[in-house]
């Protein structure tokens, strides 16, 4: 009979509260990160599918907050006659408020881990990274 290995205990740090982001701030993101979207983003990355297509296509970009994230994120159409949804969304790069009016920028792996890349940003470094970084692709 296999012995029983014994309990090890590991002390962990305490992970820090989330801020409230306030309400000013919040409204001054959603703008900002709209326009964004609006002018930049979906020219740059919403296009008509081809004909015939089968494969998932990005069909529009938007914008949500979650607590304190402020997340970019795409839907998807998936034509194909197997499909199990006829969309799907998927978020692509992430701002945490941290406080102090500023953000913690993140982008979401194919594992779907989110891999924190920049931190301390002013909303704008943030939106400029968004826009001009390949890490941020829809």
């Known amino acids: 009979m296999a012995k029983k290995k014994p309990t090890t205990w590991v002390y962990s740090l305490p992970t820090p509260p989330k801020v ?26 919403v296009k008509p599918p081809a004909e ?8 529009d970009l938007s914008t949500k907050w979650h607590g304190p994230y402020f997340n970019f994120c ?13 969309s799907f969304e998927s978020k692509f790069a992430r701002m945490e408020y941290v406080g ?13 881990k989110w891999v ?3 931190t301390g940003l002013t909303l704008d ?6 826009r001009e970084d390949p890490w941020f692709v829809p």
């Open 20 to 45: 409230a982001v306030p309400d000013d701030l919040k409204a001054e993101v959603e703008r900002k990160g709209n326009e964004l979207v609006e002018t930049v983003l979906k020219p740059k990355h």
């Open 52 to 59: 015939d297509v089968r494969l998932n296509y990005l069909t």
């Open 74 to 86: 795409s839907t998807y159409a998936c034509p194909g006659p197997n499909a199990i949804s006829p």
């Open 100 to 112: 102090n009016s500023r953000f913690n920028l993140s982008f979401l792996r194919h594992t779907g």
């Open 116 to 118: 924190e890349l920049f």
């Open 125 to 130: 470094e943030c939106l400029k990274a968004v």
